[in-house]
């Protein structure tokens, strides 16, 4: 151990004589290793971390939403869960105080917070009892006990008015706690606030879990719920004719299609410390020729060889360390900023930071870094015999030759990661103009948008919702230059609505078999206010908004390829498979298909209809604005319009269809900029390490520099000697990437977007920057080299 002391002491003042090396050696590696900590920080917490629930390996979720009467039958009927139980995100309006908001609940049933396996900070939480009663009860996340109610510490037993309705808060979650992939803050039994949807069997709107049962595997308590499947769909064949209830492991459900890219982020990252510590190798072997007379003393004063090598790799661990210093310093920053940003497709966002597994992986990357890059060069180093070292002296044109070769090695590694990180940056970049070029199907400049959501305590009739409706669209269209409109489902929201259905004249389909279309309900001027082209037919005019008027419908140009595609769809009656009274809905209209989910997706058939006629029992509209001016300008006063109407509504989700449209890509976004941040680095890297190989191949070669400028040569003849051993290098290093790239950016197939993995166009830009960048890298000591005096050369030690 005091040998140990003695060679620390050592290193830290050899290190301290030069300064320079040093740093430039720990800033490389903090870089290499600060990304790779980063992303291992969110790696850890979205997918090493276990979930904050009990024993969470035995969670498992529906991959299909399930009604409240399904999931009832699924736990009578179950032998494989000890619990199950379910949620639906829905806002609660609170107007206790000040402007309106709503609070972001979960609608539970009464084995939700059982089946988790979680208790309450004080109180009690849900139960069945509760939830079969329908009673008013509520509970608080931590944070919002906090941020709304001040930390009441006598909470418990108060009373709270959401949408209209009055709950006593029975209980507030311990700090952390949130539902299974979910923003909700406070949960309500789903029978006292969503009662009417409660009832049936065909709302499948629960996202539903289990808890298996001790001794239950997976896979038996598949094989048992397609037992199940088969019961509900005999015995309610109308509604679970063609359902098949697939189970999957929670974490897997919250993990979802986050996984690949996090994953392909994590190689990314690796393939940029890859580059630092060839970089940081190359350094070791230009100290350690510094060094050689040193060495050759020390070895003539009786070290050994081991003792050498020790030395010197006590050196790069602890170069290796202080690099990995900075490096949690660079993630903790990194993660943070992350966490600011909130993409929303990063599941577990909150959980994110630097941990003890985080410290523990940075020390061990630090630590297998110093050793595994600090031995190559210190056996190399430690090679040379005594006289034959002080025979060399430096003098020789080929003095350290295999050190040499071995630096060029490390650049050709370098210059080929660094190309494959490019294409993959490449790819992903012309994915996300490809998809910034996608017509959505409307235009979205200038549009506001945001969301209302009518109480049922003071909107249950009927007449009071088309009264409001009716009001904030005359009030809203008051405002100078505003043209608005309503519509239930927003485009690029990805939330939708569906209804089997049935065309008139067609061949009786049996029930549970018959085709499903996207259904939206639509007031106002909507289609000429998103400017969405109308292809055939007319747009629904005053006649269609009169009591007992025909039913009318306008598809989407999907519906008509999937369902007319040989036939002139106008005048064709349709009408809902469940409708006991058989009303016929007549198509007037086709309008261009409008871009639903997101712009990489395909439009399903879908069918407009007027809010009078289809829904006029829909609590919930989104209120769309065009504006003659900057759209956010005009939020404030288009709320108060409404607010003019009920000062008592939450006006939520106040955006600009740009920023929806922006939002539906941002996990590609997101994706894209990382990749290209890394290979930008990695760029970098590469081409400081092209540099400095070719200036220390300039200080090894200047004797030989000089004699042949001596002999004649030219200045052009220098620079073209030395540019091309450098381009040797590059021309290695881009066909080995080129080989790599081919192979490895398959595996970024699915976040491609109307590119090919091996796009020509990207693999042959990549390669012209990459050659680029490191011939500029090569001309400057190369041009050095121009300048090396003869006399002064043949004098060179």
Known sequence: MEILFKDIRYGIRSLLKRPGFTAIAIVTLALGIGVNTAIFSVINAVLLRPLPYHEPDRLV????????????????????????????????????????????????????????????????????????????????????????????????????????????????????????????????????????????????FLRAYGRLAAGVSLGQARSEMQVIDKNLAAQYPADNKNRSTVLIPLHDRIVGQSRQSLLVLFAAVSLVLLIACANFANLLLARAAEREREFVIRAALGAGRWRLIRQLLTESVLVALAGGVIAVLLAIWATGLLVALKPEDLPRLQEIGVDARVLAFTFGVSLLTGVTFGLLPAWAASRSGVSEALKEGGRSATAGGARQRLRSTFVVVELAIALILLVGAGLLIKTFWKLRAVEPGFNPDRLLTMRVELPEARYKEVDKQTRFRNQALSAINTLPGVQSAMISELPLSGDWLDHDFLIEGRPPIAPGDEPSLQTRSVLGDYFHTMQIPLRAGRDFGPQDLVDKAPLVGIANEAMVRQYFPHEDPLGKRIRWARDPEVHWITIIGVVGDVKHFALDLAEQPGLYSPYTQAAPWKRWMTVVARTQSDPASMAQTVKQQIWKIDSQLPVTKVQTMSEVAAASFAGRRLNMSLLAMFAALALVLAAVGIYGVMSYSVTQRTQEIGIRMALGARAADVLKLIIKNGMTLILIGVCIGLGGAVALTRLLTTLLFGVAPTDTVTFVAVSVVLIVVALLACYIPARRATKVDPLVALRYE
């Open 61 to 204: 979720t529906f991959r299909s939403n399930q009604s409240v009467p399904d999931l009832a039958d699924v736990e009578a009927q179950s032998r494989s869960f000890s619990n199950s139980g379910g949620l639906v995100a829905q806002a609660l309006d609170y107007t206790a105080g000040g402007e309106p908001i709503r609070f972001q609940t979960g609608l539970v049933t009464g084995g939700f917070f059982e089946t988790l396996g979680v208790k309450a900070e004080r109180g009690r939480v849900i139960t069945p009892d509760d939830d079969k009663a329908g009673a008013y009860v509520a509970v608080l996340s931590h944070t919002l006990w906090q941020r709304q109610f001040g930390g009441d510490q006598q909470i418990i037993g108060k009373t709270i008015p959401l949408s209209g309705n009055i709950y006593t808060i029975i209980a507030v979650m311990p700090a952390g706690f949130g539902a299974p992939g979910d923003n909700t803050e406070a949960w309500v039994p789903v029978h006292a606030a969503n009662p009417l949807a409660a009832k049936f069997r065909g709302v499948h």
